[in-house]
């Protein structure tokens, strides 16, 4: 199974700021996907993460809130824009593996919003 | 819309006895369906998998059915030990062919009592 890394694995913002978080993974894969959770909560996809190509956002998520990057096929940024404390959650990256089997998650990142 | 329905939401039991979770997805186009396990603090990990061409999985202590028919599926787990207290999340695949677009359940907080 692919080893995924994300930083941070916590922090506390200051409303009105912006948080970077990346996800590494050890291997290439072929979809990259990131989520949110929110506290007690499911997981709710935010977008998919392409490589070489804007990100493919679900509903109620947009680019100027969760700019994506995605520059090769090891890794993956989410930056959580112009924070408010509605935006306190665990985000998490997820992978698809190379040959299509099952996709797996990263630690999540817990982001608290004060 | 799309649609994945998980009970019961909190689930008891003994140890050694068994326990069962289950879902119910609204997409026929849904044909991949995923369970993870969620410890406290940790991000979700993949426990068993099941894809439309399969009635049944199973691994060791833990087996999934899947009824297309019916669009259910369950998971089984057989001899519960402390260690499998956890919250389980079924999900559904969105996009055919996709095991990482997933639309998840909304959890049970499985809890087994020594």
């Known amino acids: 199974s692919a080893v995924i890394s994300q930083k941070p694995s916590r922090d506390i913002c200051q409303r009105g700021t912006s948080l970077t978080i990346q996800c590494q993974v050890d291997?290439?894969?072929?979809?990259m996907f990131w989520y949110r959770q929110q506290p007690g909560q499911s997981l709710t996809l935010i977008a998919t993460?392409?490589?070489?190509?804007?990100?493919?956002?679900e509903s109620g998520f947009v680019i100027d809130k969760f700019p994506i990057s995605r520059p090769n096929l090891t890794f993956s940024t989410l930056t959580v824009s112009n924070m408010s404390p509605e935006d306190s959650s665990i985000y998490l990256c997820?992978?698809?593996?190379?040959?299509?089997?099952?996709?797996?998650f990263g630690q999540g990142t817990r982001l608290t919003v004060v | 819309g799309e649609n994945v329905e998980q009970h019961p939401s909190t689930l008891s039991v003994q140890e050694g006895d068994s326990a069962v979770i289950k879902c119910t997805y609204s997409?026929?186009?849904?044909?991949?369906f995923p369970w993870y396990k969620q410890e406290l603090g940790k991000g979700p990990q993949l426990i068993i998998d099941?894809?439309?061409?399969?009635g049944e999985k199973k691994d060791q202590r833990i087996a999934v059915t899947l009824n297309k028919t019916a669009k259910h599926f369950s998971l089984h787990i057989t001899e519960t030990q402390p260690e499998d207290s956890a919250v389980y999340f079924c999900?559904?695949?969105?996009?055919?062919?996709?095991?990482?677009?997933?639309?998840f359940g909304k959890g049970t907080k499985l809890s087994v009592k020594p």
């Open positions: 997820s992978v698809e593996g190379q040959w299509d089997t099952e996709a797996f």
């Open positions: 291997s290439q894969v072929t979809m």
């Open positions: 993460a392409n490589q070489g190509s804007e990100a493919t956002y």
């Open positions: 997409d026929s186009a849904s044909n991949y």
């Open positions: 099941i894809r439309s061409n399969v």
């Open positions: 999900a559904a695949s969105r996009m055919r062919g996709s095991q990482g677009n997933l639309i």
